[in-house]
Structures are given as C-alpha cells and as structure tokens.
Nanobody, 127 residues
C-alpha cells in the first residue's frame, strides 16, 4: 500500500523557517518524481514545487522561488520542503504527492484526484 506521511508543520511568526518532511512507503521511492502542493483556507490547491527521480531537476512556483527548497533523500525514502522567511500568505495545509504534476494547469485535480497524496501537515504563519 502506498503511504505518504507528512510532518514538520506548525504555528510560527512571519520570518520564521520550517522544514517539512514526507516519508514514503509501499513503493519504490527512487522511481518517482515527487511534488509539494498546498491549500490555503478557503482556497483551491496550489502547486509549490516538484523534483525528479534523482533530485537533479527541480521546479518551483513563483511564490516558492527564493524562499522554499525542495529536496529528497532516496536512501531514507523521504521528501523535504524547507520553508524560509515565511509570510502570512504561506498559511496552508501542505501535501506531498507522488507525481511531478499533481494539478492541471488550471489548478484543478486530475481524474485520479488525491490518490497518491499524503494527508498533509498544517503550516500557520501569524504574528
């Protein structure tokens, strides 16, 4: 059974940092690209970043560029998202997904939905 378990979220003040973690099991982690998606309260899903099998190809959303860093450790079956200089607009549930492209270009879900997503970890940024 494919399992993705996120952790590392929390409540922090603006300017703080967090490191999110996604531990994978039930599949060959090093055989899949991975990504992070977030959903702010009352809003739709937003793609954050993607990383390929060996971590050499990475892409970020405009909102993530310069502040967030995606990485992976295939020996530990773990995906990471380092969040730096957090802003109140970063408040959201953060999900990891077993795919390079978790959302359609318009931000909606594919027909597979959230089949290979984790349950999420909450990040709250407030002063």
């Amino acid at each position: 059974e494919v399992q993705l378990v996120e952790s590392g979220g929390g409540s922090v003040q603006p300017g703080a940092s967090l490191r999110l973690r996604c531990v994978a099991s039930g599949f060959a982690f090093d055989g899949y690209a991975m990504s992070w998606v977030r959903q702010a309260p009352g809003k739709g899903f937003e793609w954050v970043a993607s990383i390929n099998l060996d971590g050499r190809t990475i892409e970020y959303s405009d909102a993530a560029k310069g502040r967030f860093t995606i990485s992976r450790d295939n020996s530990k079956n773990t995906l990471y998202l380092q969040l730096n200089d957090l802003e109140t607009d970063d408040t959201a549930m953060y999900y990891c997904a077993r795919t390079w492209s978790p959302l359609k270009p318009d931000g909606t879900l594919y027909s597979s939905g959230r089949k290979y997503w984790g349950q999420g970890t909450q990040v709250t940024v407030s002063s």
